[in-house]
């Protein structure tokens, strides 16, 4: 099959839903200060898919949680903005109040956590459970709401009748993660955060999940924010990939310039560490060293010491995201000299054999 | 030549309340001295638990496990101890594969000197060194007197792989071994893995819902994919990967998500008639995919249980319609 | 050496952790103290001095004196070591019997399981004090030991339980299929892979069947069921309710003496497993 050209991204408006800047967080430890978001910036537009990969311990779950402010107790928002605006009406999510913050989650912004298809009260039917959601934000038409729900089953090609009579344990994993998805769809967001939204289902669930997000996005306006490990995910259902390391976003890109035109060392580490399924066995490259310590990072580039181009400037200066094309951004010191050894074919990714 | 392992008709049945639930049902499959054979197959499809009765850690309800030409479970002592050592397993989860209370050291040691591979404390702390070093962990010193939660999970993983070697088997069952963890550390220890097969001639039966990986690690190797407690395929990687034959086999494949944007969005997808994935408490009648599959017959795939037929280029298929067609070619 | 020095101070870091816990654990040691050590230090006070009966508390009587004018802190110091030997021995007796019976019946099942579970049943179901009165009339409780064995068969069933469902979901863990895997064997097994896992338990387990003891036996011997002779903090309850001192307001030191000496141990106990879950805990062990 003839590859398709890049999917026109017309869908994505020009208007910016989320607006990040110079994100820091950090949790206190019993041996320290653990930086796990470390000046964190990006736009996500409207209508706009982007995933955040990266390995575990990134910071990417973090970074999830403190932009609706869902951190736990032992974690502090230490300074950067969050501007969320829909209608022209922008609004600063750090400066909310808990009112403002429980109308905001939800109605503007739904998070859909790791496992969270395991968290349903089993003793409700998807019926009550639906209805204690839309009660518990305000919302007081049964009818309304009734309504509203049916239409986003069948969005999320679940059977409406069988679903709402049905107690969560009837329903497969897949199916309880498409429930939430409509769940969260309910009050009409416009930013919709995954973290993790198909670890732990089975293969064929999975393509269920991904299929109902992709025909979701393609009639509904949100944003979506993806937070994932599993770089097959992104390829599959992002329109911007952002690379993250060490709590740092290390490179932001459209998601066929992560994949086959890299310029972050780390990005193309993973890349080439990940195996595909299509065409004859690639060899793997592992990225040698250790995950960083988030408590006592490396100074300068927080990848220097597992990074092949690392020079003295990488050991001292912290690099910062810079752009380097078309929406391309990258946070590294000798993208140049990647980006010849790439030309010279030094380095193979993604789709060059 | 006999295979080294050799799987019979195996079962194995478990009890749920009243009802039996039927975990692995009629499996036979031989592996050859340093061959690699996956096990492919979504949750609850009886991967794992083939796996076990494979390594003695479960008892069949029914079928053989022979080793080396001996049933495992009619050996005499003797013999069911140097089983015991030749075969042994890598779990999936490096955090309850050791114990948090032992050391490194004390880990290693334990099986050294209950074997008599170790003949003093002090000498099992040295041969526990060398097995550190052959899993990568260098220099041993840093490690030996480390506790499991002062490694990383990588770390652990090769320690649970040290802790195996430590008794020199010729096979090994790595369930899932490398599912949890990171991409970037999980390529080094699909890579040592592999090499212990290139250079000590390691057989293993590697256990993995991630087709991506089987094709990577067992590329001269075979993948068998099972369903339902059943094997419905099984050839050589690169046939099973390039041309499935099974239509359970075939959506599999093309469902799965790939990390190279324009291959996973273009790729042509199986549909299946249904999304359920049948309860093993009611599997279905015949074939038990025939509820879901794109090439059910019905009065056939509903009444009778395909056996495993060989369609050429050591490739066999459990599936009465593409059986058939093989034979009319 | 070194090794044990180390091991000791880090222990000793561990146990200050948690306040409360320190604090139930040094006086664990003052009452071991006060009981093994005071005797030899202060003497048991046999005189009669009718002139001193129920004197007030001074300097020369820290505590008061009793009925027949006998300094009470002497009989405090005197009367521990009884109440201290069977609380520990009874604790270790029932804490050995469950951690046998409770590992047995979960790692052999079937219809070893069975019997071991419906002898535990059928000894939970007798009603305790009772069955020590009634067997304290057959038998003569006159030696510790006796007491600290019977004390402790009766009190490892509800224990056992306990053990045994720990040991069934510990003998599911990954490191113990290794273990069996490697062929390390049974006794390696429960010893090595499995005990370690619920040491923190046991101890604290261990800790409340001595309170448990404790309290079995002082209120024997309060009712003079266990004609235990010599001091003993039971023994001067006993004799302060028999020679009528609860009726004097100025034997109330007298009375409060063994009461609080008892009380103060059995919370310095309790207070003291608080510390004991950091001090198995592996991970609090090497500092990180």
């Not at chain 1, 796990?36 to 706009?48: H, I, K, M, T, W």
């Not at chain 1, 839309?134 to 009734?146: D, F, S």
């Not at chain 1, 380097?324 to 951004?329: L, N």
């Not at chain 2, 096990?39 to 009765?53: D, H, N, P």
Request: net charge neutral; aromatic share 8%; proline share 5%.
């Amino acid at each position: 099959m003839q590859p398709s050209s890049p999917r026109p991204s017309n869908h994505i408006k020009e208007e910016v839903t989320l607006a990040v800047a110079n994100l820091w967080v950090s949790y206190q430890a019993r041996r320290g200060t653990v930086k796990a978001v470390r000046d964190v910036s990006f736009d996500l537009r409207l209508g706009e898919t982007m995933a955040f990969i990266g390995e575990s311990g990134c910071g990417k779950t973090t970074l999830g949680l403190g932009l609706i402010r869902l951190l736990p107790k032992t974690a502090r928002i230490e300074r950067g903005s969050v501007t969320y605006t829909r209608n022209g009406i922008a609004t600063s999510v750090l400066e909310m109040d808990s009112e403002a913050l429980r109308a905001f989650r939800w109605k503007e912004c739904a998070m859909i956590f790791q496992g969270a298809q395991n968290a349903f009260n089993p003793v409700l039917r998807i019926r009550d459970q639906v209805w204690d959601t839309a009660r518990a934000h305000g919302e007081t038409n049964r009818e309304r709401v009734r309504a509203r729900v049916l239409e986003l089953f069948r969005l999320v090609s679940l059977d409406p009748d069988r679903v709402m009579n049905s107690y969560p344990h009837e329903l497969s994993g897949g199916m309880r993660q498409r429930v939430l998805l409509a769940l969260g769809l309910l009050l009409d967001p416009q930013l919709i955060i995954l973290d993790e939204p198909t670890t732990a289902l089975d293969i064929l669930t999975q393509r269920s999940v991904i299929e109902v997000l992709r025909s979701l996005r393609n009639q509904l306006d949100f944003s979506l924010m993806m937070i994932s490990h599993d770089l097959s995910l992104a390829a599959e259902l992002a329109d911007r990939v952002g690379t993250m390391y060490a709590g740092c976003l290390v490179e932001v890109a459209d998601v066929y310039d992560t994949y086959y035109h890299p310029y972050h060392p780390y990005t193309i580490g993973l890349i080439r560490a990940v195996p595909t399924l299509t065409g004859e066995r690639r060899d793997l490259i592992s990225i040698p060293g250790t995950p960083p310590d988030l408590i006592d990072p490396p100074t300068g580039c927080a990848f220097h010491p597992r990074c092949p181009y690392a020079s003295d400037r990488c050991r001292e200066e912290q690099p910062e995201l810079e752009t380097v094309g078309t929406r391309h951004q990258v946070a590294c010191w000798n993208w140049q000299a990647v980006l010849a050894d790439r030309g010279a074919r030094l380095i193979m990714v993604a789709g060059q054999e | 030549m006999a295979a080294m392992m050799e799987l019979v008709d195996l079962e194995r049945s478990f009890k749920v309340g009243r009802a039996v639930v039927r975990a692995v049902d009629g499996v036979s499959l031989a592996i050859n001295a340093g061959e690699v054979v996956c096990l492919v197959g979504e949750s609850g499809c009886g991967k794992t638990t083939t796996g076990k009765m494979a390594v003695g850690l479960l008892r069949p309800t029914g079928g053989e496990v022979r080793f080396e030409g001996q049933d495992i479970w009619q050996m005499n002592a003797a013999d069911f101890r140097k089983y015991r050592q030749a075969v042994q397993i890598i779990h999936q989860d490096p955090y309850s594969s050791l114990n948090p209370t032992q050391s490194v050291v004390d880990i290693l040691s334990a099986p050294l000197l209950r074997h008599g591979f170790a003949h003093s404390r002090l000498e099992a702390r040295q041969m526990s060194a060398d097995c550190l070093r052959r899993v990568d962990m260098t220099p041993p010193e840093d490690y030996l007197d480390k506790y499991p939660h002062q490694l990383s999970g990588g770390q652990r993983q090769r320690v649970s792989v040290a802790r195996a070697l430590t008794v020199n088997p010729r096979f090994i069952m790595a369930d899932e071994a490398v599912s949890m963890l990171d991409v970037s550390i999980r390529v080094s220890l699909l890579k040592m893995l592999g090499r212990f097969r290139d250079e000590l001639g390691m057989t293993y039966l590697f256990i993995t819902h991630d087709l991506a990986v089987a094709k990577f690690f067992a590329w001269d190797g075979r993948i068998a994919v099972m369903y339902l407690g059943r094997v419905v395929e099984i050839g050589p990687t690169p046939r099973l990967i390039n041309y499935p034959q099974h239509p359970y086999t075939k959506a599999l494949l093309s469902a799965i998500p790939e990390a190279d944007p324009h291959a996973t969005r273009t790729k042509e997808r199986v549909q299946l008639r249904s999304m359920d994935v049948p309860s093993l408490l009611h599997v279905p009648s015949g074939c038990s995919f025939h509820p879901r599959c794109p090439l059910f017959e019905p009065g056939l795939c509903d009444q009778q249980v395909p056996g495993l037929a060989d369609i050429g280029d050591r490739v066999q298929v459990a599936c009465h319609v593409v059986a058939r067609g093989a034979r009319t070619v | 050496m070194a090794a044990f020095w180390h091991n000791l101070k880090t222990t000793l870091r561990l146990l200050s952790h948690n306040k409360v816990g320190f604090v139930g654990f040094l006086f664990v040691i003052f009452f071991i103290l006060l009981s093994f050590v005071g005797p030899y230090v202060v003497p048991l006070d046999r005189t009669t001095k009718l002139d001193q009966i129920y004197a007030p508390i001074s300097l020369q009587h820290p505590l008061g004196t009793d009925f027949s004018g006998r300094d009470v802190l002497s009989h405090v110091v005197h009367g521990g070591r009884d109440v201290l030997t069977v609380a520990f021995l009874a604790g270790a007796i029932s804490t050995v019997i469950a951690v046998v019976m409770g590992s047995v019946s979960a790692l052999i099942g079937g219809k070893v399981d069975s019997g071991i579970m419906g002898l535990a049943d059928v000894i939970l179901t007798i009603p305790q004090f009772p069955l020590l009165i009634v067997l304290a009339g057959l038998l003569r409780f006159n030696n510790v030991l006796i007491l600290a064995f019977i004390l402790g068969i009766l009190s490892w069933p509800s224990l056992s339980r306990a053990i045994r469902a720990q040991v069934l979901s510990l003998r599911e863990r990954d490191f113990v299929e290794a273990a069996r895997a490697l062929d390390l064997g049974t006794g390696h097994i429960i010893l090595r892979e499995i005990m370690p896992n619920m040491a923190s338990y046991l101890a604290v387990s261990l800790i409340f069947a001595m309170t448990a003891a404790v309290y079995a036996q002082v209120g024997l011997v309060f009712l003079g069921l266990v004609p235990l002779s010599g001091s003993n903090w039971g023994v001067m309850l006993q004799l302060a309710w028999t020679k009528g001192a609860i009726f004097y307001p100025k034997a109330l030191p007298y009375i409060l003496a063994p009461v609080m000496a008892i009380a103060l141990f059995q919370l310095s106990l309790v207070f003291a497993t608080r510390s004991l879950e950091e001090m198995f805990n592996p991970r609090l062990r090497t500092g990180v």
